[in-house]
C-alpha cells in the first residue's frame, strides 16, 4: 500500500514549468513526503524530500500544502531529460520506502 | 563517489538455477536495501541491512531468497532454484542514516534477471 496517490501520466511541453500532484490524505506526523524519479532502464534518483516547510533544491521544488494532506514537485523548466517516472513516498525513515506506480512524465520538444 | 553498483548488469538463467547478485554501496553509508522491479511497477522492497545486521525482510523474501552483508560493506542477494516468477529487476539502494531526515537513498543500475 503505497499510501500516496498520483495521477498515472502526465504531459508538459519543453522549457515549461511542470506540476506533479501528489495527495496523502492519512499521513502521519513524523512522515517525510520524497519523491524519487526514474529515468528509462535506471535505478530511481532522490529528488527532493520535505516535512512540513516548501524545499527548494538544484533539481526542484516540494511545495507542501499546510494541512499536509497533498504535495506538489514542480520543475521550474522541464527538458526532455525530465521525462521519467515520478514516484511521491510517505517515509517515516525508520521503514523501507513503499513505492507506487507513480506518474509518467512525458516532455514533448 | 563512485555512486551504487551493482554486479553483473545482467543475468540470463534457467529455472532452478541458483544466481548471486552483488551490491557495493556508497562508501561508509551504513544502510543497504534491496529492492525488486517488475515490469511497469514501482520497486517493491525486499530486505535491509544496518551495517552488517539484517533488520527487516518482506513478505516477499520467499526461504529462496538469502541476503548478507557480512562486513557492512558489499551485499549478496542468492536465489537458488530459480523460478519464472523472478524475473525482474533486482535493485540495490545505500543511505547513510543518522535519523529520519537523512535517509535519502541512492539506487544502483539494478541487475536485470530473465529465468527462462
Known amino acids: 500500500d503505497a499510501k500516496t496517490t498520483q495521477p498515472n501520466s502526465m504531459e508538459s511541453n519543453e522549457e515549461e514549468p511542470v506540476h506533479l500532484p501528489c495527495n496523502h490524505s492519512?499521513?502521519?506526523?513524523?512522515?517525510?513526503i520524497h519523491w524519487y524519479r526514474q529515468l528509462p532502464s535506471q535505478g530511481p534518483e532522490y529528488v527532493i524530500h520535505g516535512l512540513t516547510s516548501n524545499v527548494n533544491n538544484r533539481m526542484a521544488s516540494l511545495a507542501i500544502a499546510e494541512d499536509r494532506k497533498s504535495s506538489t514537485l514542480i520543475l521550474h523548466r522541464a527538458t526532455l531529460r525530465d521525462a521519467a517516472v515520478y514516484y511521491c513516498?510517505?517515509?517515516?525513515?525508520?521503514?523501507?520506502?513503499?513505492f507506487g506506480k507513480g506518474t509518467r512524465l512525458s516532455v514533448i520538444a | 563517489d563512485t555512486g551504487v553498483s551493482q554486479d553483473p548488469r545482467h543475468k540470463i538463467t534457467k529455472r532452478g538455477q541458483n544466481v548471486t547478485f552483488r551490491c557495493d554501496p556508497i562508501?561508509?553509508?551504513?544502510?543497504l536495501y534491496w529492492y525488486r522491479q517488475t515490469l511497469g511497477q514501482g520497486p517493491e522492497f525486499l530486505t535491509y541491512f544496518q551495517n552488517e545486521a539484517q533488520l527487516e525482510k518482506s513478505r516477499l523474501l520467499s526461504d529462496r531468497f538469502s541476503a548478507e552483508r557480512p562486513k557492512g560493506s558489499f551485499s549478496t542477494l542468492e536465489i537458488q532454484r530459480t523460478e519464472q516468477g523472478d524475473s525482474a529487476m533486482y535493485l540495490c539502494a545505500s543511505s547513510s542514516w543518522t535519523s529520519p531526515s537523512t535517509d535519502t537513498q541512492y539506487f544502483g543500475p539494478g541487475t536485470r534477471l530473465t529465468v527462462l
Open positions: 513516498i510517505r517515509h517515516s525513515g525508520n521503514t523501507p520506502l513503499v
Open positions: 562508501s561508509e553509508h551504513n544502510r
Open positions: 492519512t499521513i502521519s506526523g513524523t512522515d517525510y
